[in-house]
């Protein structure tokens, strides 16, 4: 049972100017009428990316790959990281779950960085 206090809660609350300007010229486009419509969508995604990474989990990782064990499908990607880009032979892809998490990794943007420096055609981090 949810008490008046959460309820109050979710009436509303304040967004910075710029991010309002922002939501504002998204009105009209892609189905959104609102900026409720897009505060709503944004936070459905923002979750549902939340819950997702939960269930990776690095495992280990060199200057050429990343193993990140995948919970959900009982598997472990093994992530390549080449001169010529990146790729998840799980869900033979170059941009995919498992590849957004282990960007998102300290210690991989560092590996990135280093091989971009050094020519390699592998995404910003």
């Known amino acids: 049972m949810t008490n008046t206090k959460q309820r109050d809660d979710n009436k509303g609350f ?72 990146i790729y998840c032979p799980v869900c033979d892809a170059s941009n995919c779950e498992h590849i957004r998490f282990a960007l998102m990794q300290p210690d991989i943007q560092k590996i990135v960085t280093k091989k971009r420096k050094e020519g390699w055609k592998l995404p910003d981090v």
Do not use: C, W
């Open 14 to 85: 304040r967004l910075p100017e710029s991010i309002a300007q922002e939501m504002d010229k998204l009105i009209g486009t892609h189905g959104f009428t609102s900026r409720a419509e897009i505060a709503k969508q944004a936070i459905r995604e923002y979750l549902e990316k939340i819950r997702s990474e939960e269930n990776l989990h690095m495992v280990n990782h060199g200057d050429n790959g990343v193993k990140v064990r995948d919970t959900k499908l009982g598997r472990v990607a093994d992530i390549q990281i080449t001169p010529n880009g």
